[in-house]
């Protein structure tokens, strides 16, 4: 508990450093301790032609993005070996109510996981419009969320501020959103090269990474139900204002996504 306050006070300190990262074949096994086994179902390299939508769903059924922005099938790219999720200004057609002048990409995994340890190699969008690594599951009793990052790297003021949380929106016996915000100082810009950011999450702890070191633990006292891992961008036109439209489009590029879970043999 020590070397991590102390490591937790020297980020905070000095800010977060970005360590740029080289892609490199997938490890059998995160860089922690214990015996890990990589699920393939929550794990993707992006070296197929298009998405696999047999893991992800290029959409989200119960949230169509951030108004004004609307998440748009279209704007979710496999190029390069690499995600593409695309911010844009673009006139939008029969959009619903309250949607209009941009679109935005997501991901989200088809299927629900608990614990285990998640890292992405990515990069973000160079853009006010947010990249952000998060899960989530709502039901009507029970709403909670881990966000791994929000960015935005071309905000005024936040640009080079790490946002991470873990929201309880709705729990059984609770009244009211309960928050558990961390923001970190980083040194470099998010969107100007790629980083890898991790997250372990156990029945006890969760523990948030950047470039392979710990930045924030919590204790994990709601956060035990599987949950939806989510990639995407969105407008934030409340925190964060709009984009200028003469400055997209841009694009949140995500090398990989592994994770790995506890290898009980």
């Known amino acids: 508990m020590k070397s991590l306050i102390a490591l937790l006070t020297a980020l905070l300190g000095a800010g977060a450093p970005l360590a740029a990262q080289s892609h490199a074949a997938p490890r059998p096994t995160p860089t922690l301790p214990g015996k890990w086994k990589l699920?393939?179902?929550?794990?993707?390299?992006?070296?197929?032609?298009?998405?696999?939508?047999?893991k992800w769903q290029p959409g989200n059924p119960e949230w169509p993005g951030r108004p004004p922005g609307l998440y748009q099938e279209k704007n979710v790219v496999i190029e390069d070996g690499k995600l593409h999720l695309h911010l844009k200004a673009e006139t939008l057609v029969n959009a619903p109510e309250g949607?209009?002048?941009?679109?935005?990409?997501?991901?989200?995994?088809?299927?629900?996981?608990?614990?285990?340890?998640?890292?992405?190699?990515?990069q973000a969008a160079d853009s006010v419009g947010t990249s952000a690594f998060w899960f989530y599951h709502n039901e009507p009793t029970r709403w909670v969320e881990i966000d791994v990052f929000e960015l935005a790297p071309r905000h005024s003021k936040f640009g080079r501020t790490l946002f991470t949380n873990a929201p309880v929106i709705r729990f059984p016996g609770q009244s009211g959103e309960l928050t558990n915000k961390g923001e970190f100082p980083l040194r470099e810009d998010p969107s100007a090269a790629f980083h890898t950011w991790g997250l372990l999450w156990d029945a006890d702890l969760i523990t948030w990474y950047l470039d392979g070191k710990p930045l924030r633990s919590l204790a994990n006292t709601h956060w035990k139900n599987p949950l939806r891992l989510i990639l995407d961008t969105e407008t934030h036109p409340d925190w964060m204002g709009l984009p200028d439209p003469a400055k997209l489009p841009a694009v949140f590029i995500v090398d990989y996504v592994r994770t790995w879970q506890n290898d009980p043999s």
């Open 99 to 122: 949607y209009k002048d941009y679109s935005c990409a997501v991901i989200r995994s088809r299927s629900r996981i608990r614990y285990g340890y998640f890292e992405i190699r990515a």
């Open 39 to 54: 699920i393939p179902e929550f794990s993707d390299e992006f070296h197929l032609p298009a998405l696999d939508q047999v």
